[in-house]
T-cell receptor, first 117, second 111 residues
Framework: GAGVSQSPSNKVTEKGKDVELRCDPISGHTALYWYRQSLGQGLEFLIY????????KSGLPSDRFSAERTGGSVSTLTIQRTQQEDSAVYLC???????????????FGPGTRLTVL | TQLLEQSPQFLSIQEGENLTVYCNSS?????LQWYRQEPGEGPVLLVT?????EVKKLKRLTFQFGDARKDSSLHITAAQPGDTGLYLC???????????FGAGTILRVKS
């Protein structure tokens, strides 16, 4: 009964480098979300995948951010040319379907703490 | 853009005290969820409230959804050090497909 896993747990990179963050959702969950969380703050929505539908990218802060979900399972969030303001915890969550049905809980991974020097 | 204002931002209390965290919006939500997050972990769902005026209890925690489904509160009775963490409210918009999160309340309960 594995939950949502994310890797790496911590990533330190230099400004200008590209980084890839990975999320393994719970098997069978069709919805997958990426969020960004600054220290002790709430969650900022980044992108949402639901089944085979086109992803909702409305939360991506710039074109340096992109994400893909292969085979409806694993997802990768890529940040190109990282900046210091990209430093945050990146959280991934999955659910059976969109939580807008009100009853579907989002299960969160432990997050990846990204530090851009 | 729908916003959820959460207050207070930070709360430090002694063990045994009561506290209330508020989540307010000018928008209507179809449901509202409360999460608790501990350092180094992702948020964990505590409760979902769906009906206006609904009250749910989870041991020493009482959750209320406003009659107009625009606000919610979390009340903790006789707080324990184990209650320490970040509490987040999240609303499901009536016409959207993603949750709107409040900024969170950092609770510290001292023994």
């Amino acid at each position: 009964g594995a939950g949502v896993s994310q890797s790496p747990s911590n990533k330190v990179t230099e400004k200008g480098k590209d980084v890839e963050l990975r999320c393994d959702p719970i098997s069978g969950h069709t919805a997958l979300y990426w969020y960004r969380q600054s220290l002790g703050q709430g969650l900022e929505f980044l992108i949402y995948f639901q089944g085979n539908s086109a992803p909702d990218k409305s939360g991506l802060p710039s074109d340096r951010f992109s994400a893909e979900r292969t085979g409806g399972s694993v997802s990768t969030l890529t940040i190109q040319r990282t900046q210091q303001e990209d430093s945050a915890v990146y959280l991934c969550a999955s659910s059976l379907e969109s939580p807008i049905s009100s009853y579907n809980e989002q299960f969160f991974g432990p997050g990846t703490r990204l530090t851009v020097l | 853009t729908q916003l959820l204002e959460q207050s207070p931002q930070f709360l430090s209390i002694q063990e045994g005290e009561n506290l209330t965290v508020y989540c307010n919006s000018s928008s209507v939500f179809s449901s509202l969820q409360w999460y608790r997050q501990e350092p180094g972990e992702g948020p964990v769902l505590l409760v979902t409230v769906v009906t206006g005026g609904e009250v749910k209890k989870l041991k020493r925690l009482t959750f209320q959804f406003g009659d107009a489904r625009k606000d919610s509160s979390l009340h903790i009775t006789a707080a324990q050090p184990g209650d320490t963490g970040l509490y987040l409210c999240a609303g499901a918009p009536e016409d959207g497909n993603k949750l709107v999160f409040g900024a969170g309340t950092i609770l510290r309960v001292k023994s």
